[in-house]
């Protein structure tokens, strides 16, 4: 008893099914759905214990000022904590001067117009160092499934135009792959070129609270990939 040999596909097409390879790209801007800063709470003492005291209280004020805006804030972290002796030379040995505390706190908001006010408000206080806005959209957001819509939309008409160049047309897929979507301006990359900065030092007068900052959201560049194999009626040439 006999058995017929599998059949395989060639890997380039044959005459009568001839194959086209075409990539599809998409870059499409959305407006941003989240914006991250960055905090800095400092403190000094002259020795360990004011120092961590003086911190712990700083650090509270940022917390409860962020909090309180409540829906707002999506997502509110705790980072680096450090407490570092500064050492100064006396005679022969060295001595503790005083002692630095840090520590770095990020925030991640969805209401663009309170964003404003609270990095105003955070740079107002004493020893405190803001840093940012980074904008973006969310790792699940819609903009990056429409990418690849466009991507793939652009894959399939430029493969049919090909066909039709040769007066054929398209008559079946083979192979799609995915070569990624991804947010052009990266969620976790540093800050981007023009980010905002701004420290507030001791002596600071908070007595009127300093206007609110006018930020401009910046567009999200979101950009699609695919490389797509078709097999096409035999052209008529």
Do not use: C
Request: hydrophobic residues 40%.
């Amino acid at each position: 008893m006999t058995t017929d040999a599998p059949t395989t596909a060639a890997p380039y097409g044959t005459p009568e099914t001839p194959r086209v390879a075409v990539r599809g790209e998409a870059r499409l801007e959305f407006d941003p759905e989240i914006a991250r800063i960055g905090v800095a709470v400092n403190a000094r003492g002259t020795d360990r214990r004011s120092a961590l005291e003086d911190l712990t209280r700083r650090n509270s004020a940022v917390l409860d000022l962020i909090k309180s805006y409540g829906d707002s804030v999506e997502k509110l972290e705790t980072g680096a904590f450090s407490i570092t002796p500064e050492l100064t030379r006396h005679g022969r040995g060295e001595r503790v001067r005083a002692y630095h505390g840090r520590v770095h706190i990020t925030a991640e908001l969805t209401d663009f117009t309170a964003l404003g006010e609270l990095t105003t408000r955070l740079a107002d206080l004493d020893l405190t160092r803001v840093d940012g806005p980074w904008w973006a959209l969310r790792p699940d957001s819609p903009a990056h499934g429409e990418a690849r819509r466009q991507a793939v939309l652009e894959a399939v008409q430029r493969a049919r135009e090909y066909a039709e160049a040769l007066g054929a047309q398209l008559s079946a897929l083979v192979e799609l792959a995915d070569l990624g979507a991804e947010n052009a301006d990266s969620y976790a990359a540093s800050a981007p070129a023009g980010g905002m900065r701004m420290a507030a030092f001791a002596g600071a007068d908070s007595a009127e609270m300093a206007p609110a900052l006018d930020l401009e959201p910046q567009r999200q560049t979101v950009y699609a990939q695919v490389n797509a194999r078709f097999t096409m009626t035999p052209p008529r040439l």
